[in-house]
């Protein structure tokens, strides 16, 4: 008999098949995964239509019962989905570690997101004397959304193209912030004395900027000098280009990303040379560091 055979241990094999059933995105092999994914997704979009409903006062009274016990049944879902997710976590290579593992994916975006829906909810019963902070509590459930980002790989490449793009962003509402700031101080000197309670002070002409970069214009406040009418004219033409500069970053970012999916296979393998990339830092694993391009 062979007793140097280590028995599998069975716990972990189990937590390897909840981790490739919640993990995220689901992957295209995986229907159970993809199965799960659809469940949630559906019961969060749910629950945005009742966050929805129970505005309506009537509607609340009549059907709020039965939005109570639905959305009782999601937290314990949403619970249920969490723990599992923290207890299997460690299959991830990132967070191998028992302890450490976990603490570091607790603190990640999307499960600090997870964490979130479900401790206002475990609040409720503390909160009847606060009803204000109550029907908020409720209410927040159309935040739920933000939760669709576990399950969706178009919602992981959008934060892909975010975080590889933020430093164009940045330079680019940057840009905004100055020229919005620049604006209302030279429409405060046109108008302030011709309108003293519109254009009051720079702060209030913040407001007539943000309206007119964005060619909103809805009117409220609107320049009667000359050269109140000038920089309005100069600000509305800017506004158009400034606008369309963030959505240009994003879509040259989109077109990066998805030539980058194109060209890897679903085990993160360049399909056209064979390469093996990294999945934390982008690089081929088998090539030297000075092969490396600087």
Not at 22 to 36: E, I, T, W
Not at 76 to 94: G, K, S
Request: one cysteine or more; charged letters at 15%; a positive charge.
């Amino acid at each position: 008999m062979m007793t140097g055979l280590k028995k599998p241990d069975k716990r972990a094999s189990i937590r390897q098949t909840v981790f490739d059933i919640l993990k995220s995105p689901p992957s295209h092999d995986n229907p159970r995964g993809r199965a799960v994914s659809s469940v949630l997704i559906l019961l969060i979009f749910l629950n945005v239509i009742a966050a929805v409903l129970e505005t309506d006062a009537a509607l609340f009274q009549q059907y709020g019962h039965i939005l109570d016990l639905f959305a009782g049944i999601s937290v314990v879902v949403f619970t249920v989905e969490y723990i599992l997710r923290v207890w299997c976590c460690t299959e991830d290579p990132r967070y191998r570690r028992s302890l450490t593992g976990r603490l570091r994916y607790m603190a990640t975006p999307l499960a600090f997101i997870d964490i979130l829906v479900i401790l206002p909810f475990l609040m409720l019963p503390f909160l009847g004397a606060f009803p204000r902070l109550f029907w908020l509590v409720r209410f927040s459930r159309i935040f739920w959304i933000l939760k669709i980002g576990h399950y969706s790989q178009s919602l992981k490449t959008f934060a892909q193209v975010l975080k590889a793009k933020k430093g164009e962003i940045f330079i680019a509402f940057f840009a905004m912030l100055v020229l919005l700031i620049l604006a209302s101080a030279l429409m405060f000197l046109a108008e302030n004395q011709a309108q003293p309670t519109k254009f009051s002070s720079v702060i209030a002409t913040l407001w007539w900027g943000v309206e007119t970069l964005a060619t909103i214009g809805y009117g409220d406040m609107v320049p009667v000098t000359p050269l109140g009418k000038f920089i309005a004219g100069i600000v509305a033409l800017l506004g158009i280009g400034l606008f369309a500069l963030p959505a240009g970053i994003l879509a040259s970012g989109f077109v990066e990303a998805l030539k980058k999916n194109e060209g890897e296979d679903g085990s993160g393998n360049t399909a056209a040379t064979g390469a093996t990339i990294c999945p934390h830092c982008g690089k081929d694993i088998h090539k030297a560091p000075d092969q490396e391009e600087h």
